[in-house]
Structure formats: structure tokens, C-alpha cells
Nanobody, 126 residues
């Protein structure tokens, strides 16, 4: 069973930046792809970005491509989401997630991930 703890959310003005962190425990972090999702009030949870276990491949939602960067530090069991040029449409609770299987590279499907953090709120004000 994996435990995931996110941090770094907050309230920022449009155009500002934030860096989210997620620290994992309970599984061998370096063998798992990690993902970030977000859920705005009244909407379904949606994919934001993911990075494979060796940082060899990243994938982004079209809505964040070019603004957000996902990275990881396997020595610290931590995955990051650098968010630039934030806007009100980015307002949501952000969750990090881990898939069921080691050495797998799931894409955007929420159902392919079985480990979730408690989420951190990001609010972009206009």
C-alpha cells in the first residue's frame, strides 16, 4: 500500500508560479510511474501530467503543455509539478497518483492508478 502526501498548493494571482511536491512511501518509488491529476469543483478528476519511473518519458494534458513541468527525485521518493503562468482555469485540488503496476507507463486514465494522495488546493485568481 502506497502513501502519498502532496504539498505546495496555495492562492496565487494570474501569471504566477507554484511548485507542488508529492512524497511517497510504502512501495519502491523508483520502479513506479507517477502522475498528477486535478479536480475542480463540480467536475470530474482529470489528467495533468505523468512521468515514467526513470524519467525517460513524460506526458502532459494539452491544457497545461508548455506551462507545467513534471519531474522526480528518486533518491527522495518525491515527484514535483512546476506550474507556470497559472490562470483561474487551473483552480482545482491537485492529486498525485501511482499506478497499480511497477514498470508500467499508464497514460491518462484515472482507473489505471490505485494510489492517491489527499490533494492540495491550487487557486489562481484573476
Amino acid at each position: 500500500q502506497v502513501q502519498l502526501v502532496e504539498s505546495g498548493g496555495g492562492l496565487v494571482q494570474a501569471g504566477a508560479s507554484l511548485r507542488l511536491s508529492c512524497t511517497a512511501s510504502g512501495r519502491t518509488f523508483s520502479t513506479y510511474t507517477m502522475g498528477w491529476f486535478r479536480q475542480a469543483t463540480g467536475k470530474e478528476r482529470e489528467f495533468v501530467a505523468r512521468i515514467t519511473w526513470n524519467s525517460g518519458n513524460t506526458l502532459y494534458a494539452n491544457s497545461v503543455k508548455g506551462r507545467f513541468t513534471i519531474s522526480r527525485d528518486n533518491a527522495k521518493n518525491t515527484v514535483f509539478l512546476e506550474m507556470n503562468s497559472l490562470n483561474p482555469e487551473d483552480t482545482a485540488v491537485y492529486y498525485c497518483a501511482q499506478p497499480r503496476f511497477q514498470l508500467s507507463a499508464p497514460r491518462t486514465n484515472v482507473g489505471q492508478y490505485d494510489g492517491w494522495g489527499q490533494g492540495t488546493q491550487v487557486t489562481g485568481s484573476s
